[in-house]
Each structure stands twice: as C-alpha cells, then as structure tokens.
Nanobody, 124 residues
Framework: QVQLVESGGGLVQTGDSLRLSCAAS????????MGWFRQAPGKEREFVAAIRWSDTDYADSVKGRFTISRDGAKNTVYLQMTSLKPEDTAVYYC???????????????????WGQGTQVTVSS
C-alpha cells in the first residue's frame, strides 16, 4: 500500500512562487508515473503535470510556469510553481499509478493512489 502526503501549500500573491512536495510512504520507482492534479471550488479535478523517469507532461495552462521533478532517493515528487496567478488557486493533489511501467496519462481515473491535498491560494 502506498500513502502520499502533500505539503508546501499556502497563501501567496500574484507572481509569487511556491514548491509543493509529495512524499510517498511506499517505494515508488522512477518508472512509476506520478502526477499532480488540482481542484478549484465548483470545478472538476484537472490534470496539472506528470512524470515518469525523465519524461514529463504539463497542462497547457501551466506549461512554462510549473516544473515537476522527483527525488528517487527521498521517494518524493515536487511541483515548482512560478508566476502564480489567481486562477491557480485550488487544492493540489499528488497521485501515483500502481502498475510499474504504466505511462504518462492525464486521466485521474488511471491513478491508483491519492494524497489528501494541499491548499494553494493566490491573491490578486
């Protein structure tokens, strides 16, 4: 069983940066796809970014501003967010795909494990 714990959320101003962390309790190998999603009030959960080995994928809305990375030794995935906008305000969730070797995907249903989420609020 894998448990994911997010941290690093908070209240920031437009243009600020923030780094989210996702620590996995079980062993997640570099070939396990890890992803970040977000959900704003009244909206569906949406894909933000994913990583498998060195391959990455980003939603168009965050491309060029957000960077996903992972530290295999620490079993941790990061989401570095820069140039934050009010529309980035949401609860951010970390997710993991269980099948080793399963590729990058933007579909939430394809992820087997989820964290509890961390709130990011960007004030204008």
């Amino acid at each position: 069983q894998v448990q994911l714990v997010e941290s690093g959320g908070g209240l920031v101003q437009t243009g600020d940066s923030l780094r989210l962390s996702c620590a996995a309790s079980g062993r997640m190998l570099n070939r396990n796809t890890m992803g970040w999603f977000r959900q704003a009030p009244g909206k569906e959960r949406e894909f933000v970014a994913a990583i498998r080995w060195s391959d990455t994928d980003y939603a168009d809305s965050v491309k060029g501003r957000f960077t996903i990375s992972r530290d295999g030794a620490k079993n941790t995935v990061y989401l570095q967010m820069t140039s934050l906008k009010p529309e980035d305000t949401a609860v951010y969730y970390c997710a993991a795909r269980s099948p080793v070797g399963a590729g990058l995907t933007r579909r939430p249903a394809a992820y087997d494990y989820w964290g509890q989420g961390t709130q990011v609020t960007v004030s204008s």
